[in-house]
C-alpha cells in the first residue's frame, strides 16, 4: 500500500506557465482534498472531491482547476501560474468513516518566478 | 483570524519534559483531531476526540476538549527528540464534515 502518491515533488515555474500536479490513492476512499501549505497560514483548502464525479471549491480556489479522473485519482491544475502560488501543496483523501480522518500525501513543493 | 489556532506557535523544551499546545476554534464542532508533520512531510493523524468526549489518551498522548471554551489541549508526556514536528490540530464541523486546519504549533525537543 503506497497511501497517497503525488508528482512532482519539486518543480519551478515561470510566471504564466502552466502545469498539473497529480494525486493517486490506493486506500479505496472517496473523498480527496488538495491544500496549499504556507508559512504562518497553515493549510487552506484549495478544492475537493466528495466522491467520484463530483469537485467543490474550497477556501482559495481562484486560479486552479481540479478533476476527479477516477476514484483514485484528483489532479490540480494551474492554468497561468502566478508568485502567489508558490507554496507547497498537499493532497489529502479520507474514507467512509463519519469521523474524517485524512492521510496526505508527501508535497510538492512549486516554485513560481 | 482563522478557526483551529494553536497557541504557543513555537515551543522549545528539554527531552523528558512535558510538551502542551492548545487550539481554539470557532464553530461548533463534529470532531477534533491533531495532526503531526515532521519537516519536509505531508501531515500524519495522531489522535481524534468527539465532541462528546472531554479526554482521551494514545500512548504519550492526551488531548483534551473544552467545547464550552471552543479549544482542546495536546499534551505530549516525556519528551523525546524523535517529537519534534509541527503540530496541527484540524475542526471538523458541519453535514459534510469541513476540515479547517489551524496554523501549527512548531516544537523542537532539545536532546
Known amino acids: 500500500n503506497a497511501g497517497v502518491t503525488q508528482t512532482p515533488k519539486f518543480q519551478v515555474l515561470k510566471t504564466g506557465q502552466s502545469m498539473t500536479l497529480q494525486c493517486a490513492q490506493d486506500?479505496?476512499?472517496?473523498?480527496m482534498y488538495w491544500y496549499r501549505q504556507d508559512p504562518g497560514m497553515g493549510l487552506r483548502l484549495i478544492y475537493y472531491s466528495a466522491s467520484e464525479g463530483t469537485t467543490d471549491k474550497g477556501e482559495v480556489p481562484n486560479g486552479y482547476n481540479v478533476s476527479r479522473l477516477n476514484k483514485r485519482e484528483f489532479s490540480l491544475r494551474l492554468e497561468s501560474a502566478a508568485p502567489s502560488q508558490t507554496s507547497v501543496y498537499f493532497c489529502?483523501?479520507?474514507?467512509?468513516?463519519?469521523?474524517?480522518?485524512?492521510?496526505f500525501g508527501p508535497g510538492t513543493r512549486l516554485t513560481v518566478l | 483570524s482563522q478557526q483551529g489556532e494553536e497557541d504557543p506557535q513555537a515551543l522549545s523544551i528539554q527531552e523528558g519534559e512535558n510538551a502542551t499546545m492548545n487550539c481554539s476554534y470557532k464553530t461548533s464542532i463534529n470532531n477534533l483531531q491533531w495532526y503531526r508533520q515532521n519537516s519536509g512531510r505531508g501531515l500524519v493523524h495522531l489522535i481524534l476526540?468527539?465532541?462528546?468526549?472531554r479526554e482521551k489518551h494514545s500512548g504519550r498522548l492526551r488531548v483534551t476538549l473544552d467545547t464550552s471554551k471552543k479549544s482542546s489541549s495536546l499534551l505530549i508526556t516525556a519528551s523525546r527528540a524523535a517529537d519534534t514536528a509541527s503540530y496541527f490540530c484540524a475542526s471538523i464541523s458541519g453535514g459534510y464534515q469541513k476540515v479547517t486546519f489551524g496554523i501549527g504549533t512548531k516544537l523542537q525537543v532539545i536532546p
Open positions: 489529502a483523501s479520507s474514507g467512509q468513516s463519519s469521523y474524517n480522518e485524512q492521510f
Open positions: 476526540i468527539r465532541s462528546n468526549e
Open positions: 486506500m479505496n476512499h472517496n473523498s
